[in-house]
Each structure stands twice: as C-alpha cells, then as structure tokens.
C-alpha cells in the first residue's frame, strides 16, 4: 500500500466549476502538507503549504488538512482553463531536510 | 521570492556523453536542494538529498557512481549523469529549501534529457 493515495484522474471540469482535490495518507507523521501545480514539461510549483490540521485559503484556492482522517483536500473556485495542470499532493515530518512524500498527482482539464 | 532556477532546460546528446545539469536558488541561501527523476506520467521520485558541503545522500537503488552531485555553495548544486544511456533519458527536477526551520521546497523547471 502507498503512503500516499491520490486519484490520478483525469478530471475534466467546465469553466467556473468548483473543483475538490484530495489526497489520503497513512504516516501518523507526516505534519507537514503542500500542494503543488505542474505544467506539462514544467516543475511543480507550490499553491498552498500548511501545517497539522486546519484550513488555509490563497485567493481561489482553499487547502483543507484533517489529520484525524489522514486526509487532505484542495478546493479550487471559479475554475478556469489555465488551471488545468497536474495537482500533486505532498507530505512530509518535521524539518526542511525532510523528504517530500508526493502522491500520484490528479490531472485536471479545465474546459472553457 | 523562492526562486529555482535549472540550466540547461533540454539536453539531447550522444550516448556516453556525460552531462552537467545545475540548480541555482537566486534568490535565497539553501541548505538542502534535493533531485529528482520524473517519467512522463509518473510523480516525483527522489534520487538524492544534496547538503552543501557534505556528501549527497542517495535513495536505494540510485547509483552514485552514476549520478554525481555537488553541492559546493548555498545557492547552487550540480547532478553529473556520467557516461549516459538511452535509458538514462528522464525528466530530472531539483528542488530547494530555504535555510530555516520547516521551509517547503521549491522547484526549479526540469532538464529534459535525451540520450541517442
């Protein structure tokens, strides 16, 4: 089993629609959740990090960290077509020399 | 801020070659950059950890002899693929932490390499 469950997709979603992203988890040690965006032929690049449980919202985009579920979630509002990316899910413990944990990535076709 | 940057961002060459890609943090100190290896499709796998001034740190089943690293600086770290082949052709990604207590990684834009 992996340690991080992500829904490879893909997702294809109308313009302006709300889109939920989510990630599962199983290391009661993971404290430490980000998501990044990446582009075809691109590296990832961060949207939202957060620590332990909470939510944290950056414009369109809300993560959502539930930690006594093992479960993370990314809403994205007002959909549009340049968000159409691969989201990837990752996760790590404590310090900055940590590694990253990804899940598989959702890829996500936003249609105007 | 938080800013990688990757050079060269494709590479085609001949097998055998040896090729040098390096990853530059231009707008802060890191003291952790990490590379990864990326098949299309697929997320991230890790290679190596890179600290500077110390030996890189190698995931199981990557070759160091293979895969060079230095880390020589805060702000830049190099991955040498000696003497590559064909299936050495990969997406390869660094990736940067700012020095400081649990800092995300950022990451540069890739190398694509391509091994005839």
């Known amino acids: 089993q992996k340690e991080v469950e992500q829904d490879p997709g893909p997702l294809s979603v109308p313009e302006g629609a709300i889109v939920s992203l989510n990630c599962t988890y199983s290391?009661?040690?993971?404290?430490?959740f980000m998501w990044y965006r990446q582009y075809s032929r691109k590296g990832p690049e961060l949207l939202m990090y957060t620590y332990s449980s909470g939510n944290k919202e950056d414009g369109r985009f809300t993560a959502q960290v539930d930690k006594s579920s093992k479960y993370i979630s990314l809403f994205i509002r007002d959909s549009q077509p340049s968000d159409s990316a691969t989201y990837l899910c990752a996760m790590r413990g404590e310090g900055s020399g940590s590694r990253l944990t990804f899940g598989e990535g959702t890829q996500l076709t936003v249609n105007p | 801020g938080a800013v990688v940057s990757q050079h060269p961002s494709w590479v085609i060459c001949k097998s055998g070659t040896s090729v040098k890609i390096e990853c530059r943090s231009l707008d802060f100190q890191a003291t952790t950059m990490f590379w990864y290896r990326q098949f299309p499709k697929q997320s991230l796998m890790l290679m190596a950890t890179s600290n500077e001034g110390s030996k890189a740190t190698y995931e199981q089943g990557v070759e160091k002899d293979k895969f060079l690293i230095n880390h020589a600086s805060l702000t830049l770290s190099t991955l040498t693929v000696t003497s590559a082949h064909p299936e050495d052709s990969s997406f390869y990604i660094c990736?940067?932490?700012?020095?400081?207590?649990?800092?995300?990684?950022?990451f540069g834009d890739g190398t694509r390499l391509s091994i005839l």
């Open positions: 990736s940067a932490s700012l020095i400081g207590i649990n800092q995300p990684q950022h």
């Open positions: 290391n009661s040690a993971f404290q430490y």
